[in-house]
């Protein structure tokens, strides 16, 4: 399975992992699985740590090396991405889980969240407990 991986699912797989279910670590650490983060993950975290944001409180350099060194895939950000945001219902308005939902779909990933507003969107995104 090819698995994107929401913002605060690649901060807690990369720095809390106790945070996470026993059935979502089972799940990121299958071999069978591909892990992906998404570039629109890093710049969040970089705009809410300028912000002062303390759930954000990661070097995004050192998160992003560590996620590659740790063999996920960077996905990039494309104008495909942000074009598919238009045929999103409006269930959510965060515009980083939007563009989050929009690249799952568009690349055929199966995004991972921990927050039940993304989740309404249903096809494509995994609630993980």
Same mark, same amino acid.
């Given at each position: 399975?090819?698995?994107?991986?929401?913002?605060?699912?690649v901060?807690w797989?990369? *720095?809390q992992?106790?945070?996470?279910?026993?059935?979502?670590?089972?799940?990121?650490?299958?071999?069978?699985?591909?892990?992906?983060?998404s570039?629109?993950?890093?710049?969040?975290?970089?705009?809410?740590?300028q912000? *002062?944001?303390?759930?954000?409180?990661?070097?995004p350099y050192?998160?992003?090396k560590?996620?590659?060194?740790? *063999?996920?895939?960077?996905l990039?950000?494309?104008?495909?991405?942000?074009?598919?945001i238009e045929t999103?219902?409006?269930?959510?308005?965060?515009?980083?889980?939007?563009?989050?939902?929009?690249?799952?779909?568009?690349? *055929?990933?199966?995004?991972?969240?921990?927050?039940?507003?993304?989740?309404q969107?249903g096809?494509?995104?995994?609630?993980?407990?």
């Open positions: 399975m090819k698995l994107l991986l929401d913002t605060h699912i901060l797989a990369a *720095g992992p106790e945070t996470l279910s026993a059935s979502a670590l089972e799940l990121l650490q299958h071999p069978d699985n591909a892990l992906f983060f570039a629109a993950s890093i710049w969040e975290i970089v705009i809410k740590l912000l *002062g944001h303390v759930d954000f409180s990661v070097d050192r998160l992003r560590m996620l590659i060194v740790h *063999g996920y895939t960077e990039p950000v494309t104008s495909e991405h942000a074009l598919r999103l219902p409006t269930l959510h308005k965060d515009p980083f889980d939007r563009l989050l939902i929009a690249q799952a779909r568009a690349e *055929g990933l199966l995004l991972l969240t921990a927050d039940a507003a993304v989740a969107y096809e494509s995104v995994r609630l993980l407990k």
